[in-house]
């Protein structure tokens, strides 16, 4: 008999999410240090290379509501090829969820206060960010939906993807760090509920074989990159900030925080990513009924 995973693991995670991103928009969209610090950032985008820009505008106009029907019909199909209907409802759920919760948020709940000078476009709330909410739920969607043996394929391919998003909404001026930061907390939680679900229905179990070598150098590589780029950015920013006070963010140092604040997008994608695995760890989606077709076979044997 497989060992049930504990829900409320998934409680508490969801909260720490909802949690994290109401840190970060009170922090960078009602303080005045936070609006000055990104919308330096903003005027660094400026300065970006033509091709870079354009390759950001191209990655992200790929995202639509058809490629997202796209995403989602697909992770259903595996949860039902699986034969596993509620894989594919969570799964789904996650991807879905998500957006409603980001656009009812950005669209009628949140406001950004003018605390310091701003024109045009940016002068309007921005958070969270739809698309990188999208690249976050359909990683996390696509983990809860894949067997455990191909859940390292996963990670290779879509954590690469889901983290240039977030950068590539600053790259193209799309969005502010603070809009990427709050979105990878929202999906996290999205995700978290979905698996509190599968919990509560006995859907996750612990896994009880051999350890993926193949997902644990994915995993370490991601780890160390996720600490790089988290101090990396620190690096950017702290040196103007330590040199020049508040007086960094008027024009000088616009490049070096913009920079400072993609590397920042970057650690946050891979931190959020990596806290969903590492509460995923040696945990399985046992195929239905399961248990019984074991006892049937025992049952026959004798």
């Known amino acids: 008999m497989s060992t049930p995973v504990p829900a409320r693991r998934w409680i508490v995670l969801a909260i720490a999410g909802f949690a994290v991103a109401a840190l970060v928009y009170v922090l960078a969209v009602w303080t005045t240090t936070g609006q000055s610090l990104e919308n330096a950032a903003l005027r660094g985008a400026d300065q970006v290379d033509r091709s870079e820009s354009d390759n950001a505008w191209q990655a992200l106009g790929q995202i639509t509501v058809y490629s997202l029907a796209a995403a989602s019909m697909l992770v259903a199909l595996v949860g039902v090829l699986r034969r596993r209907w509620d894989l594919a409802v969570a799964a789904v759920g996650v991807i879905v969820g998500g957006q409603l919760v980001v656009q009812v948020l950005k669209r009628f709940v949140l406001v950004r206060p003018h605390l310091v000078e701003v024109t045009g476009d940016y002068a309007g709330n921005s958070l969270p960010s739809g698309h990188t909410t999208i690249a976050m739920t359909v990683l996390f969607a696509a983990l809860i939906v894949t067997p455990y ?139 239905a009924h399961s248990d019984l077709i074991t006892g049937s076979h025992a049952l026959a044997a004798s």
């Open 149 to 287: 043996r191909w859940r390292g394929v996963v990670l290779f391919f879509l954590l690469p993807w889901a983290v240039g998003i977030g950068q590539y909404t600053l790259t193209a001026k799309w969005h502010r760090l603070s809009d990427t930061l709050a979105a990878d907390a929202i999906a996290l939680a999205m995700a978290a509920l979905a698996s509190w679900w599968l919990a509560r229905r006995g859907a996750l179990h612990r896994y009880t074989g051999q350890r993926k070598v193949g997902r644990t150098v994915l995993v370490v590589f991601w780890t160390l990159s996720g600490v790089l780029a988290l101090a990396l950015g620190a690096i950017l920013w702290g040196a103007p900030l330590l040199r020049e006070g508040p007086v960094a963010t008027t024009g000088e140092y616009d490049w070096v925080i913009y920079l400072g604040a993609t590397s920042f997008a970057s650690a946050g994608s891979v931190i959020t990513a990596l806290v969903f695995l590492a509460h995923w760890r040696r945990v399985d989606t046992v195929p």
